[in-house]
């Protein structure tokens, strides 16, 4: 069963200043993996094997898998690997901005809480702001990769992607849905899907050459899609 949080509670809304890629791996000009959302890192920490050439980075808002996670980590002694608590919607905008030009390569948001209800679309991970902070850290071609076994939660994540113009699908991938997920190793939640027959519901994209659109635009479109009844009849 899933234990989720609610990300706007008081104590999640404090800002981190997290540290930079200098001061979580041995060698931090390599490439740069961001899971956000990777749960007791399971996935990263067979990755990190996998890809030694590259540095992973999971972010996690409940902080008893961080732990647990890291405990893992400095076991096995996964110097390509870390694993920090945050809420990525108030922590990470600032880190990614910090990064030098195409060290992030890759970002995935994979089986995010299901906060589908619109009600509760404010607790959403994929926020217009972090989207944007991502697009602009990603160069051309730099890949995002989302899934869920929620079709109410993979949906509004797509919508919100596609509408900000950043990203392109590659044209060999299967349409609505990939079939396959390109990191290879499975999520906790996606090997409990798997278990049980269930779908899972996969994007991917590739940054495009287009510039970032402005956030309030991107807002009140996003708005007008995903929550209709709140916007301003002036807009």
Not at 106 to 126: A, E, G, N, T, Y
Request: proline share 9%; aromatic share 8%; charged share 25%.
């Amino acid at each position: 069963m899933r234990q989720h949080v609610n990300p706007l509670s008081r104590f999640f809304q404090l800002p981190l200043e997290l540290p930079g890629p200098d001061q979580l791996f041995d060698t931090a000009n390599r490439p740069i993996h961001l899971d956000i959302g990777c749960a007791r890192g399971v996935c990263l920490l067979e990755l990190s094997a996998m890809k030694p050439d590259w540095n992973h980075l999971g972010v996690e808002i409940r902080r008893p898998l961080v732990l647990a996670a890291q405990r893992d980590r400095d076991e096995l002694e996964r110097h390509n690997l870390h694993y920090l608590f945050c809420n990525a919607n108030i922590s990470l905008e600032a880190w990614l901005a910090e990064l030098t030009e195409d060290q992030l390569q890759l970002v995935s948001i994979q089986f995010p809480d299901p906060w589908f209800k619109r009600r509760h679309r404010k607790r959403r991970v994929m926020q217009p702001s972090l989207l944007l902070a991502i697009a602009a850290a990603l160069s051309p071609s730099r890949e995002l990769f989302l899934q869920s076994d929620v079709l109410e939660v993979v949906e509004p994540m797509v919508a919100l992607v596609e509408l900000s113009g950043c990203f392109d699908r590659p044209d060999e991938d299967t349409r609505p849905w990939r079939t396959n997920n390109p990191l290879q190793v499975p999520t906790e939640r996606e090997r409990y899907v798997q278990e049980q027959g269930l779908p899972a519901y996969r994007v991917l994209y590739r940054r495009n050459e287009q510039p970032l659109p402005e956030l309030e635009a991107l807002e009140i479109v996003w708005q007008r899609v995903d929550n209709p009844a709140d916007v301003p009849l002036n807009h």
